[in-house]
T-cell receptor, first 112, second 113 residues
C-alpha cells in the first residue's frame, strides 16, 4: 500500500545535539511534501513544505529538510536542538488529490 | 483573529450515545477535513469536504457522519456504530487551489465511558 513512513518513533536528545528525522514515501510522480509539528498543548502547525525547486527547504525555528527524489525521502534536520523543540513531528504528502497522507509521527524529547 | 475553532476541548460520553464535535473556520477556506489522532498511528482522515453541500469519506469513515451546510462549519458526529471512539479529533481547512498547507484547530479529546 502507498504510504508515508517515519521510522523514528521516539527520539531523545540533549540540547545542542544535531537532529535528523527520517521520512520516506511510496508515491511515484509529483508530490508535495510537508513537515508539521505539534508542541505540547498546541495546534498542529506547519514547519516547512516542498513543492518544487531547490530540494533543500528551510523552515521556521532553524529547521530544514532535503527532498531526495531518487530515495523518495524528505528528512528533517536541525543542527542544534533546544529544549523548546520537544514536540511531535509529522511528515505528510499530498498527491493527486487534496488529501494529506500523514506518517505515524516522531516524538522528540530534548533534555537540558 | 483568523483561524479554526473546535469545541469542546474535552468531551465525555456514555457508550451508545451519538456525539457531535464542532468545527468552525473564518479563513474563507473551501476545503475542510476531519482527522483522528491516536498514539503511534499519526493522523488518519475521517471525512473531508471540498465545497459546501458535498463531502467524501476518508480512510476511516465507518461510524462517523458529517454535514457541510455552510462554508464556515463542518461538524462531525461520532455515532454509536464507531467501535473505538475514544481519541483526539482534529479539524483542518485548506484554501482554494488545493495541494497546499492545511491549517488545524486545537482539537477535541473525546472519551467514551
Amino acid at each position: 500500500a502507498q504510504s508515508v513512513s517515519q521510522h523514528n518513533h521516539h527520539v531523545i536528545l540533549s540540547e545542542a545535539a544535531s537532529l535528523e528525522l527520517g521520512c520516506n514515501y511510496s508515491y511515484g510522480g509529483t508530490v508535495n511534501l510537508f513537515w508539521y509539528v505539534q508542541y505540547p498543548g498546541q495546534h498542529l502547525q506547519l514547519l516547512l513544505k516542498y513543492f518544487s525547486g531547490d530540494p533543500l527547504v528551510k523552515g521556521i525555528k532553524g529547521f530544514e529538510a532535503e527532498f531526495i527524489k531518487s530515495k523518495f525521502s524528505f528528512n528533517l534536520r536541525k543542527p542544534s536542538v533546544q529544549w523548546s523543540d520537544t514536540a511531535e513531528y509529522f511528515c505528510a504528502v499530498i498527491k493527486d488529490t487534496d488529501k494529506l497522507i500523514f506518517g505515524t509521527g516522531t516524538r522528540l524529547q530534548v533534555f537540558p | 483573529d483568523g483561524g479554526i475553532t473546535q469545541s469542546p476541548k474535552y468531551l465525555f460520553r456514555k457508550e451508545g450515545q451519538n456525539v457531535t464535535l464542532s468545527c468552525e473556520q473564518n479563513l474563507n477556506h473551501d476545503a475542510m477535513y476531519w482527522y483522528r489522532q491516536d498514539p503511534g498511528q499519526g493522523l488518519r482522515l475521517i471525512y473531508y469536504s471540498q465545497i459546501v453541500n458535498d463531502f467524501q469519506k476518508g480512510d476511516i469513515a465507518e461510524g462517523y457522519s458529517v454535514s457541510r451546510e455552510k462554508k464556515e462549519s463542518f461538524p462531525l458526529t461520532v455515532t454509536s456504530a464507531q467501535k473505538n471512539p475514544t481519541a483526539f479529533y482534529l479539524c483542518a481547512s485548506m484554501g482554494a487551489g488545493g495541494w497546499d498547507e492545511q491549517f488545524f484547530g486545537p482539537g477535541t479529546r473525546l472519551t467514551v465511558l
